[in-house]
């Protein structure tokens, strides 16, 4: 049950990753198609503006698909020497501390979120972009990136519990580990 829904989120994170992709091309368009016209004598104005709200959705969407792709770098020197049992609860650790931090990043996000919708908040540039239509998608993207992780770390507790230690590896575990395990 546990690989199934891992298998589930990843399908589901490759597609989030492919329209984050897609954004971030669209974005780098039209940054050129900016830069073209500034050759010309003319510009759109705001792409730096812009640019920064798209690294900013893609960073905030693209944590759980490098999450289930194994992506995040981690210190592992201790757990690359321990049994499978031991590797596991590295891993189970390292995912409860995950998940804490990102959880609380989420709940911390919301105030932002929320002050911007309250007070009609827009950007101090010349676009005046209202800040919620930012805000709203990156904030989303947070709550995934914590749902994300605690039904990961879920997953983990729960093989490590039904003592299928190895399975664990294949979400949580270190990425080079897995290209020497294959």
């Given at each position: 049950m546990e690989l199934t829904m891992i298998n589930s989120l990843r399908r589901i994170n490759r597609g989030v990753a492919l329209g984050v992709g897609l954004g971030l091309l669209l974005c780098a368009a039209f940054?050129?198609?900016?830069i073209i016209m500034r050759r010309v004598g003319t510009s759109?104005?705001?792409?730096?503006?812009?640019?920064?709200?798209?690294?900013?959705?893609?960073?905030?969407?693209?944590?759980?698909?490098t999450l289930l792709e194994l992506?995040?770098?981690?210190?592992?020197?201790?757990?690359?020497?321990?049994?499978?049992?031991?590797?596991?609860?590295?891993d189970v650790f390292s995912m409860i501390v995950m998940s804490g931090v990102i959880v609380t990043i989420?709940?911390?996000?919301?105030?932002?979120v929320e002050r911007s919708l309250t007070n009609g908040s827009r950007a101090n540039t010349p676009l005046e972009t209202p800040l919620a239509w930012v805000q709203l998608p990156w904030f989303a993207g947070w709550v995934w990136f914590a749902l994300m992780s605690t039904l990961t770390t879920l997953a983990a507790i729960s093989l490590v519990l039904k003592k299928r230690h190895t399975e664990t590896e294949q979400f949580v575990g270190a990425f080079a580990e897995q290209e020497t395990l294959q």
């Open positions: 940054v050129l198609a900016d759109f104005g705001g792409t730096e503006e812009i640019a920064g709200y798209a690294m900013a959705l893609a960073t905030s969407w693209g944590m759980s698909y992506g995040h770098v981690r210190i592992d020197l201790m757990r690359s020497r321990a049994g499978s049992f031991a590797r596991a609860l590295f989420a709940i911390k996000a919301w105030p932002v």
